[in-house]
């Protein structure tokens, strides 16, 4: 069964980004629906798949990651507004039934993300 699955690791601090608020889309055409709302845990990671089974489905997503208010409750201090904020990250998925794990590695002034299993 395919299932949609994310991590945030605070690479700044060497650790999970806990309590980070996460806006999950399905993208058609120019518009976008809004699925779902996830937090992060203790770990960084979700406590259940964001999306799986019929839920998950070939297409193009968004996950909209708020980072800032994490930033901002760790006392990060950095000028307003922030170089970084709200993160959002577009993929496609083509094969329903594989795992895609889209991780967010962060810090203050920058990210990367890839697709991991």
């Known amino acids: ?3 949609l699955t994310t991590h945030v690791l605070d690479t700044a601090q060497g650790r999970p980004g806990q309590g980070i608020r996460i806006e999950v889309y399905r993208l058609a ?3 976008r629906e809004r699925l779902k709302e996830v937090v992060t845990n203790d ?3 979700c ?14 997503y968004e ?4 980072a800032g208010d994490y930033l901002r409750r760790q006392g ?10 709200v993160i959002p990250l577009r993929f496609g ?3 329903a039934e594989a795992h895609y794990h889209v991780p ?7 990210y990367s993300t890839y697709r991991g299993s």
């Open 43 to 45: 770990d960084g990671r």
């Open 93 to 95: 998925v083509a094969d």
């Open 63 to 66: 996950l909209v990651f708020h």
């Open 76 to 85: 990060i201090e950095a000028d307003e507004p922030r170089f970084l904020d």
């Open 104 to 110: 967010l590695l962060l810090s203050p002034y920058g």
């Open 47 to 60: 406590d259940a798949p964001i999306l799986e089974g019929d839920a998950f489905a070939a297409g193009e």
């Open 1 to 3: 069964m395919g299932r």
């Open 29 to 31: 055409g120019e518009g």
